[in-house]
């Protein structure tokens, strides 16, 4: 099959063909299910995607520790898979979900709770 074929296929056909980066990674933004917050972007592997597929609860690829892990596996703070929406050629995820608590490691509601203004970052209100 050409790459032509291949790109036509993933872009417009019903199979689920992941493009993984030269990492073997796919971008998953983690979206609330039900407000619609964005709460954090992390990196899937293959791994990673199918443990969050077979099990609901989202897992990710961290690149600092080069291995698969749960998010939620040591705070208690787990993500609850509702739905993946993959965008048109694959290559990103965005991860609807229930969090169990705090999606961010420093224990903010989402890994956003800064805006850029002019060269500083200013907290975001919630």
Request: hydrophobic share 40%.
């Amino acid at each position: 099959m050409s790459t032509q074929t291949h790109d036509t296929d993933r872009e417009t056909g019903r199979e689920f063909l992941p493009k993984f980066d030269a990492s073997g990674l796919v971008a998953g933004v983690v979206q609330h299910a039900e407000t619609g917050e964005i709460l954090m972007l992390a990196f899937l592997d293959a791994e990673a995607l199918k443990a969050t597929r077979q099990t609901g609860f989202a897992h990710f690829h961290s690149r600092s520790r080069g291995s698969l892990w749960k998010k939620g596996e040591t705070s208690g703070n787990f993500l609850q898979v509702t739905d993946i929406l993959v965008d048109c050629d694959q290559d990103a995820l965005v991860i609807k979900a229930i969090p169990a608590g705090p999606a961010c490691h420093t224990g903010a509601r989402s890994c956003f709770y800064r805006r850029l203004e002019s060269d500083a970052l200013v907290p975001v209100m919630s």
